[in-house]
């Protein structure tokens, strides 16, 4: 054996979560036979939320001891770094995946859902900014347990003009941005389309978001204006639609598949929430096979939701030993590799070289 064989037969290897060879994914970023005869591989997987490490290891475990018996037990070790659409390129931000999360109607859960994707992937160890386009109903901050004003920070332009970029607040390791830091908690506020496009593009494009794997925004129930200017300002990595398992929020989700359609943005599935012996389980589920879309897990019903974004502690669901936290981590899982996945199915176009 040596460094080459060990490579080539490594990257031959399918991953057990995406159907292409570790080679064709460029995951194998290194793989060695030290002097001593131990075949050492590591793995770079394409986000900190992958599920199968575990099988990984195991195959390249029985590919070593297979093709070279006798040979030391191989050494697999794992890095991560999070592949991207580059979502905010258009509009000069670092963000590698813009998420957006929405629902038919309200109530469903969406920005409970919303905080907890965000946290869950900051615990499997991913930058993340949560940014609340929820305008009319901001919950964001409340859920969070974040008060206070973004500062403006003043940059300076390519030109070397001065630019004032709004600082998001950062609350237990995720940037935040809501309406709700700007307005008094009983203020209502009314906004025309026009404005409600410039205050959005506010939020995006003269936001400081530093680097990012993945910025969740929270939008709206069902009007697709929102999601409109979104579309047209980033190349988001798709849409996630919560709803309930009733049947009548079913076809609110139906409703919210169609608008994404229009407006562009792919859907990377259905999140069931409140799932359990109120509502039932399984109705999100049917409906992602009818609607020929990816089904992305199911978050129970549980009071310790409800209690902990009333306390503005939802970042302690990850931290708890909480019935809710294992699911949730699943569907941050399932949702972080959908984003992997379509990836591929959609490979970004060259860019053009400028001669
Ligand atoms: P939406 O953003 O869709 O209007 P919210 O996220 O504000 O919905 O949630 C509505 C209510 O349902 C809140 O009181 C929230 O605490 C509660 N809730 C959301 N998800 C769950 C869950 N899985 N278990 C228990 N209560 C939940």
Known sequence: MNSTDLKSSVSALYDPEINRTFGELGMISKAEVQANGTPVVEVELPTPAYPGRERISQAIQSLVSQKWPGSPAAQVS??????????????????????????????????????????????????????????????????????????????????????PRIQPIEKNGVKLLSMGFLVKEDQAVIWRGPMLHKLLTQFLAQTDWGDLDYLIIDLPPGTGDVSLTLSQLLGLAGAVIVCTPQKVALLDAVKAISMFNQVKIPVLGIVENMTGEIFGRGGAKDQAVKSNIPFLGEIPINASVRVLGDE????????????????????????????????LETPELPSLEIL
């Open 312 to 343: 503005g502690r939802i970042a302690d669901l990850f931290k708890e030993d909480s019935p809710v936290r294992e699911p949730m981590l699943q569907v941050c899982q399932t949702i972080a590799m959908q984003v992997a996945k379509s990836l």
């Open 78 to 163: 794992f890095t991560w770094m999070v592949r991207g659409k580059d979502s905010g390129g258009k509009i000069g931000l670092r963000i590698k995946n813009v998420i957006a999360v929405g629902s038919g109607k309200g109530g469903v859960g969406k920005s409970t859902t919303s905080a907890m994707l965000a946290y869950g992937l900051k615990s499997f160890g991913a930058k993340v900014g949560l940014m609340d386009a929820d305008v009319y109903g901001p919950s964001i901050p409340h859920l969070c347990g974040a008060s206070g004003q973004p500062e403006m920070v003043e940059h300076r332009g390519p030109d070397g003009q001065v630019v």
